[in-house]
């Protein structure tokens, strides 16, 4: 500006040349000159004005032609809102000071809405007279626009959880925005129908009526929005609508502008609408102003998003609570360390008694108080502080029920419950009522109690498993097939359905290997002498080697065979290939990770026996499990698949040959199997 300021032609200016000018008058302007900060000097009566580089910005388009100028003239549009301060400081008046004052400034080509905190105060003459006014000044437009605009996406964020639908989410968003008519004279919010074809309009503010549905691809519709949403749906960008003129808007005249922009679902670059935003004719459509539309329209897309994911939730949750009423068989789901029950389908009710009204939402030991010194409690806290399922066969209960304490046996899975980030926030139980199994079992045992005797625990499960669970099974999954099949994939893929849908088919899973097993634990005693022959063992240690060719590939696994010259045996040959399988099986799934698997197959004739003997150099066992491994369902490990059946069905095989299995273990060394075939 001092550049500037030498150049001008002054002698033809009413103050003449600058040789004649006050020497308070040349200072003023040296110090002003020299500032960073915005400053401005009124001289004279006529208030001619004078100002430096930081204060050009504040006058646009008035710029350079403002140097010199009248003020009352530069500034006519404020001049009653400044003036009357100015001229009473050059009277003689008090100095002025103000923050955040509104001023309509006509410096970008329209009456712009500005703030400002500024001081006016005198400027001397040589001779101590007031001759001008001096002023430094702040422009506070920026921040005051910024403040209200956040005022307002604050409003739309804190109101946004309270709605229950989207069309109260849309209209309740323009309520908001029409708080702030200076940056949002109108506004509407446009959703998309499920085909895309049609913008419907769910939420709106403003005195004028805009078209409630836009047939986006119909060209013979000539209504306002339609090509400005047909490039935003091309584009995915802004479209600026300037035209607004053409529209009777009344007493609106006044707005010509508005913006048309895309609302994205949250992370995706689907879109699912527009917001339609008419723009100040006071303010430039400038970075901060998109910004503050972009904001907005990022608010108002997550709050759709919202209400929509919580319609969806709302909807699944209804078709699973339906699906799971359909079951054939009990089905709880208990939330949280208390165990309160959030799901509770009929037949769970049936068994304990109870009415879905009486027992949902509240804890477990409050709907049941007659379980709370049963082991219920201790059962579950159980599996959520182990993540290991629980399966009971046939539990006992005491439920009151009819006004009297009943017992009721029931075969259930106590399942871990696991959240979107895996983490157990509680417990999944299916269950089936065996009452009438039991009853019928109890008459079998009174009728022949010494066969029930030798076989306790086999019969006492296997005709539970067998007859009674094979059933709900098959329906459980075939109707978990059907599910799948129904389901939309949108729905299909949600996080909390597949979490369910897998927990289910896991349990189906076990119900069927574990009834499969125990099928052949039955076969044992039935078949055990149907097919008995000559069987050379050699034989049958390569054919089931075969078998695992590729296991044994995988696993690096070296295998060592020694054999006797006698090393036949008069045995069933089904049976004899299921005990070589077995300890085959077991020597390659438990190997160590710290070193390659040995596996040693030999076999030794005593005089009473053809000893079998199996020894690996894999994960061992304790000397205390060592008693347990025979066992029905005992399982040392959980790192592989199985039933923990199988060494019990060899055990069975051989004692009911007249033989006889035994182990030694070292944990952390190896196994070694001993299989005692009678002659």
Not at 24 to 34: F, T, V
Not at 213 to 221: A, G, H, I, R, S
Not at 262 to 287: E, K, M, T
Not at 656 to 661: D, E, R, S, W
Request: net charge negative; charged share 20%.
């Amino acid at each position: 500006m001092g550049e500037r300021m030498r150049a001008y032609d002054w002698a033809k200016h009413p103050l003449g040349n600058p040789d004649q000018w006050p020497q308070s008058l040349k200072n003023n302007i040296r110090l002003l000159l020299h500032s960073g900060f915005p400053m401005f000097i009124w001289w004279s009566k006529d208030f001619f004005h004078f100002y430096n580089d930081a204060y050009i910005s504040t006058l646009g388009i008035k710029h350079p032609a403002a140097l010199g100028a009248s003020a009352r003239e530069l500034w006519a549009e404020i001049w009653n809102d400044v003036g009357g301060i100015a001229e009473s400081i050059l009277a003689g008046g008090k100095p002025f000071y103000t923050e955040g004052l509104l001023l309509y400034l006509d410096r970008n080509g329209f009456p712009e809405e500005t703030y400002w905190t500024f001081s006016y105060s005198p400027a001397f003459n040589d001779g101590g007279q007031v001759a001008g006014v001096f002023c430094a000044c702040t422009e506070m437009t920026n921040t005051i626009l910024g403040q209200r605009r956040l005022k307002t996406l604050k409003d739309i964020a804190d109101a946004m959880p309270q709605v229950e639908n989207l069309g109260q989410a849309c209209q309740a968003a323009c309520n908001l925005l029409a708080q702030n008519k200076t940056d949002l004279p109108f506004s509407q919010i446009y959703l998309l129908n499920r085909s895309g074809t049609k913008a419907v309009c769910l939420g709106k503010a403003g005195p004028w009526d805009f078209p409630k549905v836009v047939e986006l691809y119909n060209k013979q519709q000539e209504e306002i929005w339609n090509k400005p949403m047909a490039e935003v749906m091309q584009f995915k960008t802004t479209f600026l609508v300037d035209d607004l003129q053409r529209l009777d808007l009344s007493d609106s005249s006044a707005v010509q502008k508005a913006a048309v922009l895309p609302i994205f679902r949250p992370g995706q670059d689907q879109l699912i609408g527009f917001f339609v935003a008419g723009i100040s004719p006071n303010l430039l459509y400038d970075a901060d102003y998109q910004n503050f539309h972009k904001l907005l329209v990022g608010q108002i897309a997550t709050s759709v998003a919202s209400v929509q994911a919580r319609q969806e939730i709302i909807r699944q949750q209804t078709e699973l609570k339906d699906l799971f009423e359909q079951a054939p068989v009990a089905i709880c789901i208990l939330r949280g360390p208390e165990y309160v029950i959030e799901l509770a389908i009929p037949g769970i009710c049936e068994i304990w008694g109870k009415k879905q009204e009486d027992v949902l939402g509240k804890p477990v030991l409050e709907a049941l108080p007659e379980v709370s010194d049963q082991g219920i409690k201790e059962l579950l806290d159980g599996v959520v502080q182990t993540g290991i399922p629980y399966v009971n066969k046939e539990l006992p209960l005491q439920f009151l029920r009819n006004g009297a304490m009943e017992t009721v046996y029931v075969s259930f899975v106590y399942h871990p419950f696991r959240n979107v980030l895996g983490k157990i926030v509680g417990v999944i139980a299916v269950a089936i009522e065996i009452n009438e199994q039991v009853e019928a079992r109890h008459q079998v045992e009174a009728i022949n109690q010494e066969l029930l005797a030798i076989n306790a625990d086999l019969d006492n499960f296997v005709y539970a498993a067998s007859h009674d669970l094979k059933a709900p099974i098959s329906n459980i999954e075939g109707l978990m097939e059907t599910l799948v099949e129904f389901l939309p994939p949108n729905i299909l893929h949600q996080d909390e359905v597949q979490q369910v849908l897998s927990m289910i088919q896991a349990s189906v899973g076990r119900f069927k290997r574990a009834v499969a097993d125990l099928t052949e634990v039955a076969k044992v005693q039935r078949e055990a002498s149907e097919d008995v022959a000559s069987i050379y063992l050699p034989e049958v240690v390569e054919d089931v080697q075969l078998d695992f060719e590729n296991t044994i590939k995988a696993a690096g696994a070296q295998i060592k065979t020694h054999f006797s010259a006698e090393a036949t045996v008069r045995f069933s040959a089904k049976n004899v290939r299921s005990i070589v399988y077995n300890l085959f099986s077991n020597a390659l799934k438990y190997r160590s990770p710290q070193r390659a698997l040995e596996i040693t197959i030999s076999t030794q004739a005593t005089p009473d026996y053809i000893v079998l003997t199996v020894t690996d150099n894999g994960l061992g066992m304790r000397a205390e499990d060592q008693s347990k491994i025979f066992s029905m369902f005992k399982r040392l490990h959980d790192h592989v698949e199985g039933t923990g059946i199988g060494l019990y069905i060899v055990k069975r095989i051989v004692e009911n040959a007249g033989g006889k299995i035994e182990v030694e273990s070292q944990e952390g060394k190896g196994t070694t199997f001993q299989v005692y075939f009678k002659r």
